[in-house]
């Protein structure tokens, strides 16, 4: 009797990934081959994912994460991750929040196919997953990629609601606070000179952009998380190319909350503190010492 001959190998996989995913991604070709494109494409999530292990590494030995991924769309991360991390775990459990419907019936398919039985998607949007029963009190990561706009806020507003150990964020199109600039553009050109730096649209929309992930980033510093900006390098194919990491210590800097404040105000965007950074008056009144109490008594 003739064996059919084995599967050819592919080097650049790792050992015990799903081919069937891979295929569905668009990783690999429908034959299960890679091509120049998809080579990239496969360099690129493993660029991802190398920032997200580490971070699923430090918790305690044994515990299989919860991670929550805000507008999943396809939900391609989360398979990522449970492929190459939860997978071989005996815990741990990724939610996907997708607000198409249609791309969450589609997700739960493929998860049901591939036998990923602790992944979950909702129809859900992200401001609506604050208050959400069906989420758990308290995860271990939030991730959002390519969060259209006030998504990426509503990730952020989701973590600090259920204490996310760590939050992996890439933002996206920002228009928030290039409209705020764009109403207020001439006090600002009669009032102090720097005004030049967003008076082109162009430069607005790329001021807005700047300053909206500089706001985001001294919030998480006010609520207790210590931050990490980088470069998400081998994202080729999008523009928006920051990574901002999170990690929660407890220790909320009122310094922090003041310097966002100050921004607000050189900006003009005053407005914008109750609408975004609603609990930045609570992160403000604690000092350091005491929330880093409160961080040692929490655990999962």
């Not at 939860?86 to 939610?95: N, P």
């Not at 271990?140 to 990730?155: W, Y």
């Not at 919030?219 to 990491?245: D, F, M, P, R």
């Amino acid at each position: 009797m003739t064996r059919a001959p084995a599967p050819p190998t592919i080097p650049e996989l790792r050992p015990g990934q799903s081919i069937e995913l891979l295929k569905e991604l668009h990783i690999l070709t429908r034959d299960g081959k890679l091509n120049q494109d998809s080579r990239r494409k496969l360099k690129q999530v493993y660029h991802l994912y190398q920032f997200i292990e580490k971070l699923l590494l430090e918790l305690p030995e044994g515990q299989g994460p919860t991670i929550v991924d805000h507008g999943a769309g396809k939900s391609y991360l989360g398979f990522i991750l449970y492929d190459l991390f939860l997978k071989s775990r005996a815990t741990g459990h990724v939610v996907g929040v997708e607000t198409r419907a249609e791309l969450v019936e589609r997700s739960t398919a493929l998860a049901q196919r591939l036998g990923f039985d602790r992944m979950s998607f909702l129809h859900l949007a992200a401001a609506d997953a604050v208050a959400s029963p069906v989420l758990p009190p308290t995860v271990d990561m939030v991730t959002a990629l390519h969060a259209c706009d006030t998504a990426t806020d509503d990730a952020i507003d989701f973590g600090l609601a259920r204490q996310a150990r760590f939050m992996v964020l890439v933002p996206c199109c920002q228009a928030e606070v290039a409209a705020c600039l764009r109403q207020h553009k001439a006090l600002s050109l009669s009032r102090t000179p720097l005004a030049e730096l967003w008076r082109h649209p162009l430069h607005t929309r790329e001021m807005g952009s700047q300053i909206t992930n500089v706001l985001r980033c001294l919030y998480l510093e006010a609520c207790g998380y210590q931050v990490t900006v980088t470069e998400l390098v081998g994202w080729e194919h999008s523009l928006k190319n920051e990574l901002i990491i999170a990690r929660r210590t407890g220790q909320k800097k009122r310094s922090a909350a003041e310097r966002l404040r100050a921004v607000l105000a050189e900006f003009g965007l005053g407005e914008l503190e109750g609408v975004r950074f609603g609990r930045l008056a609570v992160a403000a009144s604690v000092d350091s010492d005491t929330t880093e109490q409160q961080s040692s008594a929490f655990s999962l």
